[in-house]
Nanobody, 125 residues
Framework: QVQLVESGGGLVQTGGSLRLSCAAS????????MGWFRQAPGKERDVVAA????????YYAEPVKDRFTISRDNAKNTVYLQMNSLKPEDTAVYYC??????????????????WGKGTLVTVSS
């Protein structure tokens, strides 16, 4: 497994932007597909986005398409989530996750087995 630490959360107004970062430990970061999830107060955890280990393939959940961008820098062992045009419904704790997989499978979220502790994003109306 890999250790993950998220950062970049905070308070932002509607329409604003934030960039989340997730730093991973270990020398095999490039072997892992990476994902972002979020959990709003009183709700279940939802899938947000994912990126294959090479960065070629990306997945976005419908609510964030065209607003969020996932990227990774394998040299820095870091995955990012650029969030634009934020809405109050984006308020949640955002979690980074990693899964050892060669390609981004259709149910990639089932393969995530390393998790960060989360970073809080609050979007004010």
């Amino acid at each position: 497994q890999v250790q993950l630490v998220e950062s970049g959360g905070g308070l932002v107004q509607t329409g604003g932007s934030l960039r989340l970062s997730c730093a991973a430990s270990g020398r095999t970061f490039s072997s892992y597909a990476m994902g972002w999830f979020r959990q709003a107060p009183g709700k279940e955890r939802d899938v947000v986005a994912a990126i294959s280990r090479s960065g070629v393939t990306r997945y976005y959940a419908e609510p964030v398409k065209d607003r969020f961008t996932i990227s990774r820098d394998n040299a820095k062992n870091t995955v990012y989530l650029q969030m634009n045009s934020l809405k109050p419904e984006d308020t949640a704790v955002y979690y980074c996750a990693a899964g050892l997989m060669s390609a981004l499978a259709p149910r990639w979220w089932d393969g995530m087995d390393s998790w960060g502790k989360g970073t809080l994003v609050t979007v004010s109306s």
